[in-house]
């Protein structure tokens, strides 16, 4: 692993400004065929797709845009090594040189082709299985404000096959092939966020405490990210960052008063809440670490009872919280968090069921459901359903 790392409080999503440099490919990757398609000439860059690459990347490091991964490389990762080659071009030359980088981008897509083919998802066969052909686009860019980041970053996007950019490939060379952009009905290709399947933007991080990677699926409709993609081909582990580590305590602090209703008055249900949520504002504000242990230590349990019981639920609060047997999120107790953005309010669904004789059952849907031994079923022209529950009282 290359000592030469970027230091503390580089955090790609700092950068409010970026700017796309000319080193940039296009490989093809049609798992259908026994080979990669490499590009062995860069692929000239029109200045609409330079443009919409500069927004849909200003885009993806927005603090804002949640349907994103982190991932930091392991040391055997192809592609933290090619990224190297990159950077150690341009200490060597000022600059990356355009040999240098083609040839660390063509080991980069030859990784992923092989994992296509590979893949448990493809298993070497003839035909390809539920993994997509698709180009491989490899380029850099430099964040430039609030102020300029020295080392380029390099982004790598997975997109639908020829039909998302207008590739075209061309001859080069007695053997090689250079990929090019074409016009097509009179304009230039611009980058269609309906047509990439996965997104990469990547940086060498000398901080455990931070990420290599940041991820993005839209092909998979969902925040994680393919394994293939995530685990087999860029080789990292998963990471949590702060922001969404305190977005787990907070979820986890709902689903802990949730399954606490009897134990808690409702008053302290909401104190709970109200809680956790100020002192996560409270440090974020002022730019103060928060950990586990003060959620914990500032618990508001008001009502009477016994000490053995107070200890319990403090007890059972610390371990909702940093579920040590979470792997990746698991939050070790004295993990300080320094919070860039405040987990939102949980939006929680009011329901309610009508019955015969104008009996009704109201909460929310996901306590209710809870209640459900057996669900609504609709039987004959009847519907049954089986609750169990603890607590069975008048409300006056």
Request: net charge neutral.
């Amino acid at each position: 692993m290359s000592s030469h790392r970027l230091r503390k409080g580089s955090r790609m999503e700092t950068v409010t400004d970026i700017a796309i440099q000319d080193c940039f490919v296009i490989h093809v990757l049609d798992n259908r065929l026994p080979a990669v398609q490499c590009s062995q000439a860069l692929t000239p860059l029109p200045d609409t797709l330079r443009a919409s690459l500069h927004r849909y990347l200003l885009a993806l490091l927005k603090p804002q845009f949640r349907r994103k991964r982190y991932g930091r490389f392991r040391p055997e990762s192809v592609v933290l090594q090619a990224y190297q080659q990159m950077l150690a071009s341009r200490r060597r030359h000022g600059q990356v040189e355009a040999t240098d980088f083609l040839t660390a981008s063509q080991t980069i897509a030859r990784r992923l082709f092989d994992v296509m083919r590979q893949s448990p998802q493809n298993g070497s066969r003839p035909h390809p299985g539920t993994i997509t052909p698709g180009d491989l686009l490899v380029g850099l860019f430099q964040g430039m404000a609030p102020q300029p980041v020295p080392e380029p970053w390099l982004f790598l996007i997975k997109v639908d096959l020829e039909s998302a950019l207008q590739r075209q490939i061309q001859p080069y060379g007695t053997v090689g092939v250079q990929t090019i952009l074409t016009a097509r009905d009179g304009l230039m290709p611009k980058l269609s966020t309906e047509k990439v399947q996965k997104f990469a933007l990547i940086r060498c991080a000398d901080d455990p405490s931070t990420y290599d990677v940041l991820m993005t699926d839209p092909q998979g409709g969902k925040a994680e990210i393919a394994k293939f993609f995530a685990e087999d081909f860029l080789q990292t582990e998963a990471f949590r960052t702060a922001d969404e580590q305190a977005e787990l305590l907070f979820t986890r602090t709902y689903d802990w008063v949730s399954a606490h209703e009897e134990a808690l008055s409702p008053q302290e249900r909401g104190a709970v809440l109200e809680s956790v949520r100020t002192l996560l504002v409270e440090h974020a504000t002022h730019a103060v670490p928060v950990a586990p242990r003060d959620l914990v230590a500032s618990l508001p349990l008001t009502e009477a009872r016994p000490q053995e019981a107070v200890a319990e639920l403090r007890q059972s609060f610390e371990m909702t919280l940093t579920a040590p047997n979470n792997g990746v999120d698991s939050i070790p107790l004295n993990r300080e968090l320094r919070i860039q953005t405040v987990p939102r309010v949980a939006q929680r669904t009011q329901v309610t069921y009508e019955l015969d004789f104008g009996v009704r059952l109201s909460g929310e849907q996901e306590a209710i459901e809870r209640l459900f031994v057996h669900p609504p079923r609709a039987v004959a022209e009847h519907t049954e359903l089986t609750i169990r529950t603890l607590t069975f009282r008048p409300v006056v």
